[in-house]
Protein backbone atom coordinates (compact mmCIF):
# COMPACT_ATOMS: atom_id res chain seq x y z
CA UNK A 1 0.00 0.00 0.00
CA UNK A 2 1.21 3.45 -0.87
CA UNK A 3 -0.32 6.88 -0.03
CA UNK A 4 -1.94 9.37 -3.06
CA UNK A 5 1.00 11.67 -2.07
CA UNK A 6 3.64 9.20 -3.90
CA UNK A 7 1.46 7.11 -6.35
CA UNK A 8 -0.10 10.23 -7.70
CA UNK A 9 1.35 11.44 -11.00
CA UNK A 10 3.26 14.28 -11.58
CA UNK A 11 5.42 16.52 -9.13
CA UNK A 12 5.66 17.98 -5.34
CA UNK A 13 4.66 21.57 -6.13
CA UNK A 14 5.42 23.83 -2.35
CA UNK A 15 2.89 26.47 -1.29
CA UNK A 16 1.14 28.39 1.80
CA UNK A 17 -2.27 27.85 2.27
CA UNK A 18 -3.23 30.49 4.59
CA UNK A 19 -1.90 33.97 4.48
CA UNK A 20 -3.20 37.86 4.55
CA UNK A 21 -2.70 41.44 3.22
CA UNK A 22 -3.68 44.60 3.35
CA UNK A 23 -7.04 43.83 2.05
CA UNK A 24 -7.09 42.54 5.84
CA UNK A 25 -5.02 42.78 8.23
CA UNK A 26 -1.97 42.03 7.06
CA UNK A 27 0.85 44.27 6.51
CA UNK A 28 1.89 44.03 2.86
CA UNK A 29 0.04 44.35 -0.39
CA UNK A 30 -0.91 41.17 -2.38
CA UNK A 31 1.81 41.65 -4.99
CA UNK A 32 4.08 42.03 -2.58
CA UNK A 33 2.78 38.97 -0.24
CA UNK A 34 3.10 37.23 -3.82
CA UNK A 35 6.31 38.73 -5.02
CA UNK A 36 8.00 37.60 -1.21
CA UNK A 37 6.31 33.86 -1.70
CA UNK A 38 7.75 33.40 -5.19
CA UNK A 39 11.65 34.97 -4.33
CA UNK A 40 11.34 32.35 -1.28
CA UNK A 41 10.89 29.14 -3.69
CA UNK A 42 7.16 28.62 -3.35
CA UNK A 43 5.44 27.41 -6.45
CA UNK A 44 1.89 28.80 -5.52
CA UNK A 45 0.22 30.85 -2.34
CA UNK A 46 -3.20 30.73 -1.44
CA UNK A 47 -4.16 34.68 0.09
CA UNK A 48 -6.53 33.93 2.43
CA UNK A 49 -7.51 37.45 4.03
CA UNK A 50 -10.49 37.68 6.66
CA UNK A 51 -13.92 37.45 5.30
CA UNK A 52 -15.59 39.82 7.28
CA UNK A 53 -17.59 42.92 6.75
CA UNK A 54 -14.59 45.31 8.49
CA UNK A 55 -12.61 44.37 5.13
CA UNK A 56 -15.68 44.87 2.48
CA UNK A 57 -15.43 40.79 2.75
CA UNK A 58 -12.50 40.44 0.09
CA UNK A 59 -11.39 37.21 -1.53
CA UNK A 60 -8.23 39.01 -2.75
CA UNK A 61 -7.61 38.44 -6.79
CA UNK A 62 -3.96 37.25 -7.03
CA UNK A 63 -5.01 36.13 -10.78
CA UNK A 64 -2.46 38.83 -12.07
CA UNK A 65 0.34 38.07 -9.90
CA UNK A 66 0.88 34.14 -11.87
CA UNK A 67 3.79 33.93 -14.13
CA UNK A 68 7.17 32.64 -14.43
CA UNK A 69 6.58 29.56 -12.68
CA UNK A 70 4.48 30.43 -9.87
CA UNK A 71 0.97 30.26 -9.30
CA UNK A 72 -2.38 31.07 -6.99
CA UNK A 73 -5.09 30.23 -5.95
CA UNK A 74 -7.99 32.56 -4.58
CA UNK A 75 -9.12 31.86 -0.88
CA UNK A 76 -10.35 32.95 2.09
CA UNK A 77 -10.35 32.88 6.21
CA UNK A 78 -13.84 32.38 6.65
CA UNK A 79 -15.57 33.29 10.37
CA UNK A 80 -19.39 33.30 11.16
CA UNK A 81 -21.25 32.13 14.38
CA UNK A 82 -19.68 31.11 18.05
CA UNK A 83 -17.13 28.31 18.75
CA UNK A 84 -18.32 26.83 22.77
CA UNK A 85 -15.74 29.60 24.21
CA UNK A 86 -18.28 32.67 22.69
CA UNK A 87 -15.04 33.60 20.01
CA UNK A 88 -15.72 33.60 16.04
CA UNK A 89 -15.06 30.60 14.45
CA UNK A 90 -11.94 30.69 12.15
CA UNK A 91 -11.93 27.90 8.65
CA UNK A 92 -9.40 28.08 5.95
CA UNK A 93 -11.35 27.84 2.59
CA UNK A 94 -8.54 27.47 -0.51
CA UNK A 95 -10.41 27.18 -3.96
CA UNK A 96 -13.13 29.41 -3.29
CA UNK A 97 -15.42 31.35 -6.43
CA UNK A 98 -14.79 35.27 -6.24
CA UNK A 99 -17.81 35.56 -6.19
CA UNK A 100 -18.57 33.41 -2.88
CA UNK A 101 -21.80 34.68 -0.89
CA UNK A 102 -20.67 37.25 2.14
CA UNK A 103 -22.07 35.99 5.74
CA UNK A 104 -23.36 38.13 7.97
CA UNK A 105 -20.18 38.63 9.87
CA UNK A 106 -19.49 42.22 10.17
CA UNK A 107 -16.57 42.10 12.69
CA UNK A 108 -14.41 39.62 14.54
CA UNK A 109 -16.98 39.10 17.01
CA UNK A 110 -19.91 36.71 16.27
CA UNK A 111 -23.57 38.35 15.75
CA UNK A 112 -26.87 37.03 16.57
CA UNK A 113 -28.42 35.35 13.43
CA UNK A 114 -25.69 34.81 11.33
CA UNK A 115 -24.24 31.42 9.64
CA UNK A 116 -22.68 28.97 12.11
CA UNK A 117 -19.09 28.14 11.81
CA UNK A 118 -20.76 24.22 10.08
CA UNK A 119 -22.92 26.12 8.04
CA UNK A 120 -19.71 28.27 6.71
CA UNK A 121 -18.16 25.84 6.07
CA UNK A 122 -20.16 23.27 4.46
CA UNK A 123 -20.92 26.22 1.79
CA UNK A 124 -17.26 26.64 0.88
CA UNK A 125 -17.16 22.89 0.53
CA UNK A 126 -19.87 23.29 -1.62
CA UNK A 127 -18.94 26.22 -3.71
CA UNK A 128 -15.31 23.83 -4.72
CA UNK A 129 -13.16 24.36 -1.51
CA UNK A 130 -10.31 23.08 0.36
CA UNK A 131 -11.30 23.52 3.90
CA UNK A 132 -9.39 23.41 7.01
CA UNK A 133 -9.89 23.96 10.62
CA UNK A 134 -7.58 26.86 11.30
CA UNK A 135 -5.56 26.49 14.00
CA UNK A 136 -7.11 24.75 17.16
CA UNK A 137 -4.81 25.23 19.88
CA UNK A 138 -4.88 29.31 19.26
CA UNK A 139 -8.49 29.11 18.97
CA UNK A 140 -9.15 27.12 22.19
CA UNK A 141 -11.18 24.85 20.32
CA UNK A 142 -13.44 21.98 22.24
CA UNK A 143 -13.79 18.96 20.89
CA UNK A 144 -17.43 19.61 20.05
CA UNK A 145 -16.60 22.41 18.00
CA UNK A 146 -14.10 19.90 15.61
CA UNK A 147 -16.84 17.71 15.53
CA UNK A 148 -19.01 20.30 14.18
CA UNK A 149 -17.42 20.67 11.29
CA UNK A 150 -18.45 17.81 8.82
CA UNK A 151 -17.15 19.93 5.58
CA UNK A 152 -13.54 19.59 6.62
CA UNK A 153 -11.48 17.79 4.65
CA UNK A 154 -8.55 18.55 6.62
CA UNK A 155 -6.80 20.10 10.09
CA UNK A 156 -4.36 22.79 10.66
CA UNK A 157 -1.70 20.93 12.73
CA UNK A 158 1.08 23.90 12.37
CA UNK A 159 0.31 27.02 12.26
CA UNK A 160 3.73 28.97 11.79
CA UNK A 161 1.81 32.21 13.00
CA UNK A 162 0.72 30.98 16.06
CA UNK A 163 4.18 29.09 16.76
CA UNK A 164 5.85 32.80 16.58
CA UNK A 165 3.17 34.70 18.21
CA UNK A 166 1.80 33.41 21.09
CA UNK A 167 3.52 29.07 21.14
CA UNK A 168 0.42 27.93 20.70
CA UNK A 169 0.69 26.45 16.70
CA UNK A 170 -1.05 22.73 17.37
CA UNK A 171 -3.72 20.98 15.70
CA UNK A 172 -2.40 17.58 16.12
CA UNK A 173 -4.02 16.82 19.42
CA UNK A 174 -7.31 17.90 17.71
CA UNK A 175 -6.61 15.97 14.82
CA UNK A 176 -5.57 12.59 16.73
CA UNK A 177 -9.00 12.87 18.61
CA UNK A 178 -11.22 13.22 15.61
CA UNK A 179 -9.46 10.17 13.52
CA UNK A 180 -9.51 8.03 16.26
CA UNK A 181 -12.93 8.72 16.15
CA UNK A 182 -12.90 7.71 12.52
CA UNK A 183 -13.45 11.30 10.86
CA UNK A 184 -11.24 10.90 7.48
CA UNK A 185 -9.36 14.14 7.90
CA UNK A 186 -5.94 15.27 6.40
CA UNK A 187 -3.60 17.92 7.98
CA UNK A 188 -1.80 20.39 6.68
CA UNK A 189 0.71 23.09 8.29
CA UNK A 190 0.49 27.06 6.67
CA UNK A 191 1.99 29.95 7.46
CA UNK A 192 -0.69 32.32 8.44
CA UNK A 193 1.78 34.93 7.63
CA UNK A 194 0.43 38.56 8.20
CA UNK A 195 4.33 40.01 8.44
CA UNK A 196 4.07 42.27 11.04
CA UNK A 197 6.36 39.37 13.11
CA UNK A 198 8.83 36.50 11.89
CA UNK A 199 5.53 34.56 10.73
CA UNK A 200 6.12 33.51 7.40
CA UNK A 201 7.77 30.62 5.35
CA UNK A 202 7.88 28.25 8.03
CA UNK A 203 5.15 25.98 7.43
CA UNK A 204 3.92 24.83 4.05
CA UNK A 205 2.27 21.88 1.76
CA UNK A 206 4.14 19.87 -0.85
CA UNK A 207 1.26 19.50 -3.18
CA UNK A 208 1.53 16.39 -5.96
CA UNK A 209 0.57 17.37 -9.32
CA UNK A 210 1.08 17.32 -13.06
CA UNK A 211 1.05 21.19 -13.39
CA UNK A 212 1.06 23.82 -11.18
CA UNK A 213 -2.31 24.83 -12.09
CA UNK A 214 -4.57 26.03 -9.44
CA UNK A 215 -7.43 23.92 -10.48
CA UNK A 216 -4.63 20.99 -10.33
CA UNK A 217 -3.69 21.61 -7.05
CA UNK A 218 -6.35 21.89 -5.84
CA UNK A 219 -7.74 18.84 -6.90
CA UNK A 220 -4.75 17.01 -5.13
CA UNK A 221 -5.18 19.09 -2.06
CA UNK A 222 -9.11 17.61 -1.83
CA UNK A 223 -7.46 13.77 -2.72
CA UNK A 224 -4.96 14.34 0.10
CA UNK A 225 -2.34 14.02 -2.61
CA UNK A 226 0.59 15.91 -0.49
CA UNK A 227 2.40 16.04 2.54
CA UNK A 228 3.14 19.32 4.98
CA UNK A 229 6.50 20.60 6.62
CA UNK A 230 8.74 22.96 7.69
CA UNK A 231 11.60 21.63 5.81
CA UNK A 232 12.78 18.13 5.30
CA UNK A 233 10.66 16.09 1.97
CA UNK A 234 9.14 12.98 2.53
CA UNK A 235 10.17 11.25 -1.20
CA UNK A 236 8.18 7.76 -0.51
CA UNK A 237 6.16 5.73 1.93
CA UNK A 238 5.31 2.33 1.60
CA UNK A 239 3.69 -0.54 3.52
CA UNK A 240 4.36 -3.91 2.88
CA UNK A 241 4.71 -6.99 4.87
CA UNK A 242 3.12 -4.95 8.04
CA UNK A 243 6.35 -2.98 8.01
CA UNK A 244 6.58 0.96 7.12
CA UNK A 245 9.18 2.16 4.70
CA UNK A 246 9.87 6.12 4.25
CA UNK A 247 12.43 7.25 1.69
CA UNK A 248 13.37 10.93 2.43
CA UNK A 249 15.55 14.06 3.18
CA UNK A 250 18.26 13.63 5.45
CA UNK A 251 16.71 13.04 9.12
CA UNK A 252 17.57 11.88 12.78
CA UNK A 253 14.33 10.98 13.70
CA UNK A 254 11.37 8.87 11.94
CA UNK A 255 8.27 8.57 14.05
CA UNK A 256 4.90 6.76 13.45
CA UNK A 257 1.67 7.57 15.62
CA UNK A 258 -1.57 6.02 15.47
CA UNK A 259 -4.68 5.81 18.46
CA UNK A 260 -4.03 6.49 21.75
CA UNK A 261 -0.69 6.33 22.98
CA UNK A 262 0.51 3.99 20.03
CA UNK A 263 3.50 5.14 18.39
CA UNK A 264 6.79 4.12 17.49
CA UNK A 265 10.52 5.95 17.01
CA UNK A 266 13.52 4.97 15.13
CA UNK A 267 16.11 7.62 15.67
CA UNK A 268 19.57 8.24 13.42
CA UNK A 269 22.13 9.80 11.84
CA UNK A 270 21.41 11.29 8.35
CA UNK A 271 18.86 9.14 7.72
CA UNK A 272 17.47 9.16 4.13
CA UNK A 273 15.13 5.89 4.54
CA UNK A 274 13.99 3.86 7.63
CA UNK A 275 12.20 1.13 7.73
CA UNK A 276 9.44 0.27 10.87
CA UNK A 277 7.24 -2.63 12.10
CA UNK A 278 3.47 -1.59 12.81
CA UNK A 279 2.82 -4.45 15.56
CA UNK A 280 2.41 -1.53 17.55
CA UNK A 281 -0.70 -0.38 15.84
CA UNK A 282 -2.56 -3.49 15.55
CA UNK A 283 -5.26 -1.71 17.74
CA UNK A 284 -4.95 1.64 15.79
CA UNK A 285 -6.92 2.27 12.87
CA UNK A 286 -5.13 4.93 11.20
CA UNK A 287 -1.19 5.68 11.57
CA UNK A 288 0.53 9.05 10.24
CA UNK A 289 4.53 9.77 9.67
CA UNK A 290 6.72 12.14 11.16
CA UNK A 291 10.18 12.85 10.23
CA UNK A 292 12.17 15.41 12.11
CA UNK A 293 15.88 16.70 10.72
CA UNK A 294 18.71 17.73 12.88
CA UNK A 295 17.44 20.97 13.54
CA UNK A 296 14.20 20.00 14.69
CA UNK A 297 12.58 21.06 11.72
CA UNK A 298 9.61 18.20 10.65
CA UNK A 299 7.53 16.85 7.92
CA UNK A 300 4.19 15.21 8.57
CA UNK A 301 2.43 12.70 5.97
CA UNK A 302 -1.48 12.74 5.93
CA UNK A 303 -3.10 10.40 7.87
CA UNK A 304 -2.63 6.46 6.76
CA UNK A 305 -6.08 4.30 7.46
CA UNK A 306 -5.14 1.00 8.29
CA UNK A 307 -8.13 -1.05 6.69
CA UNK A 308 -6.36 -0.59 3.54
CA UNK A 309 -3.29 -2.84 4.45
CA UNK A 310 -4.44 -5.03 7.73
ZN1 LIG B 1 -7.41 32.74 12.09
ZN1 LIG C 1 -5.30 33.66 9.41
Not at 39 to 49: C, I, K, M, R, S
Not at 56 to 68: C, H, K, L, V, W
Not at 95 to 115: C, K, M, T, Y
Not at 132 to 147: E, F, K, N, V, Y
Request: overall charge negative; charged content about 20%.
Amino acid sequence: MIPSAFTASGQFWRGNLHTHSTNSDGVLAPEEVCRRYQAEGYDFLALTDHFIGLYNYPITDTAAFRGDGFTTILGAELHSGAMKNGELWHILAVGLPSDFAAPNSPAFSPVDGQETGPEIAQRARDAGAYVAIAHPQWSGLTMDDARSIDAAHAVEVYNHGCAMGCDRPDGFHTLDLLLSEGKQLNLCATDDAHFYEPDHFGGWVMVKAEKNEPEQLLAALKNGNYYSTQGPNLHHIEIKDRQLHVECSSVSAIIIQGQGSAAVAKHGHSMTKGQIGLGRFDASPWIRVTIMDAAGKKAWSNPIWCDEFK
